[in-house]
């Protein structure tokens, strides 16, 4: 046993209402991965926050190397060797590699010894990264690895990764996780933030899991199952969404040679897609972000306007139409963004229920806005979808996201639609908030509506999908039948990894 | 050391409190401004809040004009504040104004010297067109070539006061003016006139027109769907068109409102308390209801009393330099600080001060 490289002491921290760390101790040993695990709202980013300076904790102490560590700021977090890849990144589109991992740091090197040492770093870590190319022609997980060069150019004895494989494919899973392990050997502790609990048990050594920002348990990952530390995440046992399989009705929405254009210079034009979805059935929609899934939703939404043809909702053309006119016919959407998109944050639950459910609800009489029905609406929504909230009167920003999502998913869900678009049901949610947004979907299928999914977890889509089909670079796979799909035919669907071939000799290495 | 704090949810009051908070530091801050100029500050502030209102000899003279002043600001700020809710930028509404007052008083000067009683309801009319016409130049331009509206409307004022100074000096000149520049006396002819409604209290039905404005603002912000449009969009825009709001269509209402608004405040002026058309009658009714605007935190009943605070120190501070003799400019400096306190006091709203303890060992 080596004495501990990082340690956790009591740390306390309380916010107004909520106390999200309660007296946190866990260690860290030099050259260990170490999963912390818990659901929305357990306190794992307070927690983080605080290691890496962004957070002043109210009691308790941390040691680094044994020696008191009490960063003020991050960048005095990352003079004493402790790096961060975050779950969004910080990348400037319009930049190079180089410039960007420049920016980052405190005294960056001449351009030309810092692409040089780029490169030495990508290839000794197998994450190949050319660092010339703009930022804004890099994939997702080609983004991550700049994140993650980024933190490797300070040489950190302890890195941080929060939820790292969200926006990754299987391949590209495999090749973060070579890197991982690479580190690890090499005596860099990881700290690995993520609610995957099959990635945790092959990656991880040791786990520290939270809830109510309590440590309320500690494991090595390997010994124990999958649903064990769910339960122990939860604190219940979770039940896994079913549904009775009916056979497919007609089809309800059918698009046919949709092609967009994107608006911005870095988005991702789409290029003849066409499906079609029944009644009854739900469609998965897989692939990862940034391949066209937002424009695919503002197609079907209404806030692109493509050919009336294009779209077709029970024969009914409707693509030259508004989001409100769309939504008195039936097809309803709830895109992946809830903060200033599926809500505003700054206005209430009732405001916000008026957003979306004014046309099919009647909550407006002659352009007035009836909020007594739209207040009783909101509250219907809280009570049926479980929405912890002090009330219908709280501002949407002050829920939490796995909240705020089943708001947004059961102001829907609600609303009886005919066609239902969902971007990113469940992504930051915790896992019985997303267990139950799953089951509503289904529910909702089963009631004769066609779902369409669009997601980037593809367990959730093999999950509840009757056929799934992926989204690359803007176009669409064939659709084909979820049930015994394996996750290398989805990989291989998804477009496979990007730069595998170049990654698999360097990894040999 | 302190720092801010982001609050779950805006605080109610301190969105109240804060404007009454910036008032009382104006008072203190502005009170040691006239202490070093010589003055005794508890007088200089009594002169500037309290005189006007119930001072023996001025307030006969000086209530009326609180409304007088205070009309066309709430009028033009009522307009302005949806634009500004929705994240639309008018900054043109002077322009606005003086075309407004323009157009309305060319169209009762063409009939003269008719004095039929349906005159000046019709210039009313041609005034809110007039405004309308020229604030949706920056809202064409906006929605066809995306242009920005800040500029466009800002530089338009000067192209207005520019046919402004050519209306009052060639072709709505006053021909019997003996070559005076500035144009028939609309306020003291019959039929043009837009008198006091009730006498004696400054009352013109410019001042009736701004309340109505108030509520209809009101309702149209807490109970109507475009209201609710116009927030969204401000707050949140990529919602609001997911709720299928369409941005072309709000600029083009938000800057027509306060078009209209805007150049029926001109009409009321000049057909009223200016009297005519001359070279400056404008004075900057139209930059000062920003001002205004934002005072009453783009809230209606808000507007009303930023509108009715904000003439009482206009009233005020030409009282004190009548009776104190204290120059124009520290009134301005004066002014200056109400504006600056209330937005630095606009943070606690939806920050909270935080006294960062040292870090616990």
Known sequence: MTSPLFETIGLTKAYPGVVANDDVSFAIRPGEIHALLGENGAGKSTL???IYGLVKPDAGEMLFKGTVYAPSEPRAARAAGVAMVFQHFSLFEALSVAENIALGMENPPKPRDLAARITEVSAQYGLPLDPDRLVGDLSAGERQRVEIIRCLLQDPKLLIMDEPTSVLTPQEVEILFHTLRKLRDEGTAILYISHKLDE??????EATILRLGKVVATCTPREVSAAEMA????????????????APGEVLLHVGGLSVTPASPFGTPLRHIGFEVRAGEVLGIGGVAGN??????????GETRVPPRTILLSDTPVGAMGPNKRRALGLLCAPEERLGHAAAPDMTLTENAVLTARVRQQLDRHGFVDWGSTRDYAAKIIERFDV??????????????GNLQKFVIGREVLQNPKVLVVNQPTWGVDASAAAAIRQALLDLATGGAAVIVISQDLDELLEISDRFCALNEGRLSAPRP?????????GLMLGGAHDMHEAQPEAAE | MIRLEKRPTPSRAWNIGAPILAVVLTMIAGGVMFALLGQDPVEAIRVIFWDPLFHERFAAFSRPQLLVKAGPLILIAIGLALGFRAGIWNIGAEGQYIMGALFGAAFGLALYPSESPLIFPAMVIAGALGGWAWAMIPAILKTRFRTNEILVSLLLVYVAEAILASAATG????????????SRDLARHPGTDNPEVIAGTGMHWGVITAFIAVIAAYVLLNRHVLGYQIKLAGQAPRAARFAGVNPGRLVILCLGISGVLAGMAGLFEVSGPAGQITIDFNVGYGFTAIIVAFLGRLHPI??????????????GGELAQLMLGVPASAIQAFQGMLLFFLLALDVLANYRIKRAREVVA
């Open chain 1, 48 to 50: 983080v926050k605080t």
């Open chain 1, 200 to 205: 945790i048990r092959a990656l991880c050594d």
């Open chain 1, 231 to 246: 339960e122990l995440m939860v604190g219940k046992s979770l039940s896994r969404p079913a549904r009775d399989a009916g």
């Open chain 1, 292 to 301: 066209g899934q937002d424009e695919l939703l503002a197609a079907l939404s």
């Open chain 1, 388 to 401: 912890r909230t002090p009330g219908t009167e709280v501002a949407a920003r002050a829920l939490s996201g």
């Open chain 1, 482 to 490: 979820a049930r015994g799909l394996s996750m290398e035919e989805v």
């Open chain 2, 171 to 182: 072709w709505l000149r006053n021909p019997e003016g003996m070559g005076f520049p500035g």
């Open chain 2, 302 to 315: 808000g507007i009303l009393l930023a509108g009715l605070l904000m003439a009482l120190t206009y009233i």
